[in-house]
C-alpha cells in the first residue's frame, strides 16, 4: 500500500484538500486560500513531528525485494528495520538474516571482497538512508550478478502531503490527532493575541495524542523485555511433579 495515494472524485475525509479545510475552520479561513495554504504547512509539521514515533499500522511486510549484486531500494521511506528472510523465487522462507549495522561490520566482519565465483551466502544486512527511500545491502555481499530474495518487514513513514487529492494514508485516531495538532499551531499564529485559545488547543491536541498513543502499544519496544508465564505454569521449585516453566 502506497504512503500516499491520489484519489480522483469526491474529496475524502483523509484527503489534503479536506484536512486543509477542517483545521482552516478553527479560524474561520475554511474559504481563503492562503489561510488553507498555511495550513497545508501546519499539517505536514505535524506528520514530521508524529514521524518520531513508530507504529504498527506504519509496518509493512513482509515485503518482497529482489536484490541484484547485494543491494537494492526500499520501497518506501523507512524508519526502522524489524525482519529480513532470505527465500527462493517462489517466496519461500530459506534463512533469517540478522541486521547489523554497517560500522561494526567494517570493524568486524569485513575481512576482503570476492570478485569471482557466486559469492558466500549473505548472513547479515544492513541499511542506509534512514527517513528517506532506503537501501538494503547484504553481508557479505554476493557476486556482481548474483540475485537474491528477501522478505523484508519494516516500518514506513508518513509521507508530506502535496497536491489537493493526496491522501493521508493514517488510522482515523492519528488523522485527529494531527488535525488537532495543526489547529493549534493556527491559532498560535493566526490568532496570537489570544493565548487562551492555543493553550486550550494545545491540551485537546495533547489528549489526542495520548489516546492514540495508549491504543498503539504492541510495538516490541513497548513491551516489557522478560515475562513472566501464567500463574498455572509458573510453578516453583517444591511443587513436586509439576514442571517448572520459565517466563
Not at 34 to 57: P, W
Not at 166 to 184: F, G, M, N, T, V
Not at 221 to 233: H, I, N
Amino acid at each position: 500500500m502506497p504512503i500516499v495515494a491520489s484519489s480522483a472524485g469526491r474529496a475524502r475525509p483523509n484527503q489534503f484538500s479536506s484536512l486543509q479545510t477542517r483545521v482552516a475552520q478553527i479560524v474561520g479561513g475554511q474559504n481563503d486560500s492562503t489561510i488553507k495554504a498555511s495550513c497545508g504547512e501546519y499539517i505536514n509539521d505535524a506528520i514530521d513531528e508524529f514521524n518520531t514515533r513508530l507504529y504498527e499500522c506504519n509496518k509493512l511486510g513482509p515485503t518482497a525485494i529482489t536484490v541484484t549484486g547485494g543491494s537494492a531500494d526500499l520501497p518506501t521511506q523507512f524508519y526502522k528495520e524489524e525482519e529480513c528472510q532470505v527465500v527462493d523465487s517462489a517466496g519461500n522462507k530459506l534463512r533469517e538474516i540478522s541486521y547489523i549495522d554497517w560500522t561494526e561490520y567494517q570493524k568486524v566482519f569485513n575481512f576482503g571482497s570476492y570478485s569471482s565465483g557466486p559469492g558466500p551466502a549473505p548472513q547479515y544486512y544492513t541499511l542506509f538512508n534512514t527517513h528517506l527511500t532506503g537501501q538494503i545491502k547484504l553481508l557479505p555481499a554476493p557476486a556482481a550478478t548474483a540475485t537474491t530474495y528477501l522478505k523484508i518487514t519494516y516500518y514506513k513513514r508518513f509521507d508530506q502531503l502535496a497536491s489537493e487529492s493526496d491522501i493521508l494514508d493514517a488510522p482515523r485516531e492519528l488523522q485527529l490527532a494531527i488535525i488537532l495538532k495543526a489547529q493549534a499551531t493556527a491559532l498560535r499564529i493566526l490568532r496570537s493575541g489570544e493565548p487562551q485559545l492555543y493553550t486550550q488547543a494545545d491540551a485537546i491536541a495533547e489528549r489526542a495524542w495520548m489516546r492514540f498513543a495508549m491504543i498503539d502499544r504492541r510495538h516490541p519496544d513497548m513491551k516489557p523485555r522478560f515475562r513472566l508465564a501464567p500463574l498455572t505454569t509458573n510453578r516453583g521449585p517444591f511443587d513436586g511433579d509439576i514442571t517448572y516453566v520459565r517466563g
